[in-house]
């Protein structure tokens, strides 16, 4: 997951600073199928980061409802065993 936003990052930050020197002018703008291209690689990006954390979460909510399903097994023995 770190390595997602770390690669989002620097691609922003590339964005970014393509951005700040097309506006001072320091460079002639890039041919758009580059740029269309890193637009899509950040959609992809991204797309793996929100799909990485709704995976992570669902997980979550199995692990808590294992341990629910744990706890009601637990208290049913203990009520068979009186």
């Given at each position: 997951m770190?390595?997602?936003?770390?690669i989002?990052?620097i691609?922003?930050l590339?964005n970014?600073f393509?951005?700040?020197f097309?506006w001072?002018?320091?460079?002639?703008?890039?041919?758009?199928?580059?740029i269309?291209f890193?637009?899509?690689?950040?959609?992809?990006?991204?797309?793996?980061?929100l799909y990485r954390?709704?995976?992570?979460?669902?997980k979550?909510?199995?692990?808590k409802l294992?341990q629910?399903i744990?706890?009601?097994?637990e208290?049913?023995?203990?009520?068979?065993g009186?």
């Amino acid at each position: 997951m770190l390595l997602w936003v770390f690669i989002l990052f620097i691609l922003s930050l590339l964005n970014f600073f393509y951005d700040a020197f097309l506006w001072l002018g320091a460079i002639k703008p890039i041919d758009p199928l580059y740029i269309s291209f890193f637009n899509i690689l950040f959609l992809l990006i991204t797309l793996g980061i929100l799909y990485r954390m709704y995976y992570l979460q669902r997980k979550g909510e199995k692990e808590k409802l294992k341990q629910k399903i744990k706890e009601l097994e637990e208290e049913i023995k203990k009520l068979k065993g009186e």
